[in-house]
């Protein structure tokens, strides 16, 4: 916490809107919407989760249906698309950017074309912070007038050429939950160009609830209304995100300087096309060269209290999608790779550098 959320907090209880709409959910979304600027629309709603299937909804995915989602992610991006009773077919990562794979892509969609199913939706997740290759990635859904949702729940605060990440697909998602670069405990935020998109999206997630005295409903809506309570927490830390963004950079810095001459030891770096807000510092151990495997490094910080994380179990290989079609990179499958070689180091930023020493002083032992 930045120290100025209890404010917000405290006029929200003063003024008794104890709600899930009120001044500080309008005051969140004008921050949001004033940040990404371009005349972007924001719908502040109860989880980063919800976002997206709302993303599905105005996209029309419906029971049936395919939808395109990167494969290396957590299964919060992919979820909704089985609400909506659609098929998920997941796309391959790209060996240097570490997100969606433009070539995986482009395979998948002629073998969909082929067989007269072309997906509804392309989910385009941006990684630990990292922007996807949108204007590679466009080229080839432009074709076929695929709309993009760009799940931006880890990015948010990251850039992609001259643009903020969010606003490079169709729809923008971006989570609020506890472990984000910016909180407000749980929430979500749902962005687009699209005015009218973005008023619908606020209907459905308002239970579709029609413009009458009475409670009238002609379709089926949700409860994802963001609390006001929480949206005073999100107003201000929005105010916090340049220099979160800013610390989060010095964390990645200070571990590649002091890890990188590890033999074996390699860094997510940011890609030529963008800035990445570098949510998690995630290193790479490469079998052939390191003496030591990610689960070593992770259990090893276990001991001495620090928490550490493998890289994203791809969605292919989760049991619950185990019927999932998956198009790896034609040269070979690399998210299951980056998977069984990449640990998350602690990344928050709150750590102070005698805390990120103890990091590092652990790591660096179990080369010696
Ligand atoms: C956190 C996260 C989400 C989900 O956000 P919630 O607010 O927790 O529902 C979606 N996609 C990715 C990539 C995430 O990291």
Redesign the pocket.
């Known amino acids: 916490m930045s120290g100025r959320e209890e404010q917000f907090i405290h006029q929200a209880f003063q003024s008794n809107w104890i709600a899930p709409l009120g001044p500080n959910v309008d005051q969140f979304e004008q921050a949001v919407e004033k940040y990404l600027g371009e005349n972007t629309h924001a719908l502040a709603v109860s ?6 299937h709302l993303a599905l909804r105005l996209c029309g995915v419906k029971a049936g249906d395919s939808v395109f989602c990167s494969s290396l ?2 299964a ?2 992919v979820n909704p698309v089985c609400y909506q009773g659609a098929e998920p077919v997941f796309i391959d990562a790209d060996q240097d950017t570490w997100n969606l794979s433009p070539q995986a892509l482009e395979f998948a969609l002629q073998d969909a074309k082929k067989n007269k199913r072309l997906p509804k939706a392309l989910i385009v ?3 630990y912070g990292q922007s996807a290759d949108y204007d590679a990635i466009r080229a080839l859904t432009e074709t076929y007038k695929i709309p993009i949702i760009e ?1 931006a ?2 990015s948010l605060g990251a850039s992609y050429k001259d643009k903020k990440s969010g606003v490079l697909g169709d729809y923008g ?1 971006y ?3 506890g ?2 670069i910016i909180t407000t405990s ?3 935020m749902l962005v687009s160009k699209d005015k009218k998109a973005i008023e619908r999206a606020r209907f459905l997630a308002t239970q579709a609830r029609e413009q009458a005295k009475h409670y009238e409903h002609k379709e089926i809506g949700y409860n994802y209304r963001m609390s006001n309570i929480v949206a005073g927490i999100g107003a201000a830390q929005i105010q916090e995100l340049e220099a979160r963004v800013q610390k989060k950079r010095e964390i990645f810095q200070n571990y590649k300087e002091t890890l990188q001459e590890l033999p074996g030891v390699s860094f997510m770096e940011d890609a030529p096309y963008g800035t990445s807000n570098k949510w998690l510092t995630v290193l790479r151990l490469s079998p052939a060269e390191a003496p030591v495997t990610p689960t070593m490094v992770i259990e090893t910080l276990e001991e001495e209290n620090i928490e550490s994380r493998p890289v994203w179990k791809p969605m292919h290989l989760q049991p619950v999608y185990k019927a999932a079609k998956y198009y790896p990179h034609p040269k070979g499958s690399v998210s299951h790779k980056l998977f069984a070689e990449g640990v998350c180091l602690p990344s928050g930023t709150g750590m102070s550098e005698e805390e990120q020493g103890r990091v590092i002083d652990v790591i660096r032992k179990l080369w010696q």
């Open positions: 989880a980063g989760t919800h976002a997206i992610t957590f919060a991006s997740v941006n990684l799940d729940a880890e998602i989570s609020f939950n472990n984000k749980g929430g979500g």
